[in-house]
Every structure is written in structure tokens, then in C-alpha cells.
């Protein structure tokens, strides 16, 4: 079965003040504002192809507006719409968004707001197309700067329920799972064609519950750099620089002005999931050193706080 | 002189108080004085830190799904945004004994600039 789904494309963030979380998401964070609208900012990482992978809109709470998903090519936009219709999972078509073309939105089981889509201007990334150097003269020297995002882990009420929903409908892959005593995965790390750890994580808890997102960052290294950034803004870090178990990334957790958390993720991480692999299994004994691998129990905050 | 404004937050059922200066946070003052409130996010977004309060405070920034009109005119807040603006009696919403923390003399010197950053 072929991939049909590149990456997560973007995740839209809700703030409560807008210009605040501009100057904590361009000056300390380090992404590139595209464009302020109305109650919304759309921002893109310096590495990113695509229009932009984070857009953050005022609101009155916190929390995760919508993901959505960028298909291989744009007939897989046109499969996806069929699977809907088959699993009887009901959609909106939505025909165009800012600098992007046709979605499919819909709900999922855990209650979140996905968008599958194709069609989206790529100016490309902060680099020329021709002879570029690594990364950009002009990056921000004291902003964490992540290349690109990485992904989203969330909350659902029945985990088992969404983890097969997003495996059968949906099409995602596992690289891990942490099951009960009875056999079922409660939590997921699920990949797509891009075969890296996780777009997507799922793990128990609220509905539509947004337990983070997280940008790509390449070295343990720059991990430890972005700690200095956050420790010099006064950024509240929940756990971090440390290491998963499960997925093998070094990170940090912390969280936006406004209790969002967001993950800086990468380091000595990047397996790749060869599709055909059995996905490698935790157990609720193991978890701990899965998911805090140094720690080798869960932070208290892990399983409470998110938004 | 120490001209400083202060607030004075009394626990219950602890029987504790202790002092916030003007402007902080009760979750700031209460960590300071080794008084262990719970908290996640600390930028009013989880509601992790959610406790009752007694007298005026300043409720600050906070997520209105997770502190709703109707608990601020219900004597709750979210600890980590509200700031008092006048002395306060405080609880945690089950009504349970918050854990102290005592250093004593030694510690107390090294963990006094602790700050719920």
C-alpha cells in the first residue's frame, strides 16, 4: 500500500493575545511571521517548503484549533474523500484557505479537527534554489530557530478507538505503541511517508486535547542551545533537555505564553521506519522509561497539563 | 524604610500564612514560601493550578475554558495568573492539605531565590 500522506503540513494554535505570541514565536521561538490577518498570523520555520506550518489565532482559551495533513500527490486528496464516504465519517469540503486549495475537514473520534489537503503555494524555503548554503546568514542569533515542524501529540478519551481510526481510515503506520495489561495500544506514535517517528502521537486524555507540538531540531547540541534561549526568555520548561524511550528524541517541553506546549524534538532520533516493520511495544510496567527515558517514570505533569 | 506593599494569603486547612508582595502571583509567593500549590503550564492555559479564593484579586490572563466567568464570581481563580489586591484566605478546591516544604536554615538560604519561572 502506497504512502498517500507526506507530513503533518500545519497545526493552528490558539493564543490569547496576539501580539505576544508574535514576540514569543518570532523572537524566542524564531519563525518567520508570513502574513498577520485579522485574528490570525500565519508563520512558517525557515526550512519549510510550504506556505506556512503554524497559524496562531486570538481566542479566549488555548488549545489546538486543527491539524492538518498534506497528501503525496493531489489525487490522494480525492482517495481520502472516498475513505471518509466509505467509513461514513462526515467532512466539509473546504474549497480554498489562505494560500492553500481544497481540504477535507472533518472530526475525528477523539474530537479533534483534522484537515487532509494537497493544493498549497510553496514559495519554498529561506534558502536560494540554486548553490544554497545550510541554512539562512540572516537566522535570528538568539532564537531557537527550528528547521521545520516535526509533530502533534494528542489527547483522546478512548485512545484505542482513534489509534485504529487513524490506522484504517486515515492510513497512518506505528512506529510504537504502549498497550494495556490486555493487549490494547492506549497510546500510538504514528508515521506516514515521510518514515520517521510520529506526525502523529496519541495518548489518553480530554477530548480535542492538545498535549503539544513540536518543531525538528537536529542535534542534541542545538536541544541544549535552545534550553540556554528559553532559560534567557524566562520560558517555564515542564521537562527537558532529556531523552524518550519511545521515538529515542531528545527534547525539551515547554510551554508558549499563553500554557500551549510545544516540544523542540530531535537529536539522535531520526530512525526510519522501514513500512513492514512490526511497531516496537510498551508495556504500562515500561512506559515510564518510554516516555521520560531517563527519568524512567512520567512527570505528573504529562498525563494533567495540556490545553 | 521597607515601604513595599504586601498581601497576606491565609491556607486552610493548613492554618499557614504567607506574604505576596504587590503585583506577584499567589502560585510565586506560595512557591517562594515553600508551599507546594499544584501547577502545570503556569500561563493560565492547563487550569491545573486552579484553587478557591476569598477577597479581591486581579485574575489575570487566563483561558476561559478553564476559568469561567462564573468560577471567577464564584470565589475561584487560576493561581499562577491571579495577582491579590487585597488579603486573601485560599484553598485548594477539595479542600486537602497542601504539602509544605521546611528547609531549614541551610536550604532555606539556598532555595530562597526559587522563582516559578
Excluded at chain 2, 470565589?75 to 528547609?103: H, N, Q, T
Aim: charged share 25%; proline share 6%.
Amino acid at each position: 500500500m502506497p504512502f498517500r500522506i507526506s507530513r503533518l503540513g500545519y497545526v493552528e494554535v490558539k493564543v490569547l493575545d496576539l501580539d505576544d505570541a508574535l514576540d514569543f514565536y518570532t523572537n524566542v521561538l524564531g519563525l518567520r511571521l508570513v502574513e498577520r490577518l485579522g485574528n490570525k498570523a500565519y508563520l512558517k520555520t525557515w526550512d519549510d517548503q510550504l506556505a506556512y506550518s503554524v497559524i496562531l489565532t486570538e481566542s479566549d482559551t488555548a488549545g489546538m484549533v486543527r491539524a492538518a495533513f498534506r497528501t503525496v500527490d493531489p489525487e490522494d486528496v480525492d482517495y481520502f474523500e472516498r475513505k471518509l464516504k466509505q467509513y461514513e465519517v462526515p467532512y466539509e469540503v473546504i474549497p480554498e484557505d489562505y494560500k492553500r486549495g481544497k481540504a477535507l475537514r472533518f472530526k475525528t473520534p477523539s474530537g479533534h479537527t483534522f484537515e487532509i489537503f494537497n493544493e498549497i503555494e510553496i514559495p519554498g524555503n529561506y534558502l536560494p534554489k540554486e548553490s544554497p548554503d545550510p541554512w539562512p546568514r540572516d537566522l535570528k542569533s538568539d532564537a531557537i530557530n527550528p528547521p521545520k515542524i516535526d509533530h502533534t501529540l494528542i489527547t483522546a478519551p478512548d485512545p484505542t478507538k482513534m489509534i485504529k481510526f487513524c490506522e484504517e481510515v486515515l492510513e497512518f503506520r506505528a512506529t510504537e505503541y504502549i498497550v494495556n495489561n490486555e493487549g490494547q495500544p492506549i497510546a500510538a506514535w504514528l508515521y506516514q511517508a515521510r518514515q520517521q517517528p510520529h506526525d502523529l502521537a496519541i495518548v489518553p486524555g480530554r477530548e480535542a486535547g492538545m498535549h503539544h507540538f513540536a518543531f525538528h531540531i537536529s542535534s542534541a547540541q542545538d536541544i541544549f542551545r535552545a534550553a540556554d534561549i528559553m532559560v534567557m526568555n524566562d520560558v517555564k520548561i515542564d521537562w527537558g533537555p532529556g531523552r524518550h524511550g519511545i521515538t529515542r528524541g531528545s527534547g525539551i517541553y515547554f510551554f508558549d505564553p499563553f500554557g500551549n506546549r510545544i516540544e523542540t524534538f530531535g537529536g539522535y532520533t531520526a530512525y526510519l521506519y522501514d513500512p513492514g516493520a512490526k511497531p516496537i511495544v510498551w508495556t504500562e510496567e515500561t512506559m515510564g522509561k518510554g516516555i521520560f527515558y531517563y527519568e524512567r517514570k512520567l512527570v505528573e505533569t504529562f498525563l494533567t497539563v495540556y490545553t | 524604610m521597607n515601604n513595599e506593599v504586601t498581601f497576606k494569603i491565609h491556607l486552610i486547612p493548613n492554618g499557614i500564612s504567607f506574604i505576596c508582595k504587590a503585583g506577584e502571583t499567589i502560585l510565586d509567593a506560595a512557591l517562594k514560601a515553600g508551599i507546594e500549590l499544584p501547577h502545570g503550564c503556569t500561563k493560565g492555559g492547563c487550569g491545573v493550578c486552579k484553587i478557591k479564593v476569598k477577597g479581591k484579586v486581579d485574575f489575570g490572563r487566563v483561558s476561559k475554558v478553564m476559568l469561567t466567568d462564573q468560577e471567577k464570581e464564584s470565589g475561584f481563580c487560576l493561581s499562577c495568573r491571579a495577582v491579590p489586591l487585597e488579603d486573601l484566605e485560599i484553598s485548594l478546591i477539595d479542600g486537602s492539605m497542601v504539602k509544605v516544604i521546611r528547609y531549614d536554615d541551610f536550604y532555606s538560604f539556598l532555595f530562597k531565590t526559587r522563582a516559578n519561572l
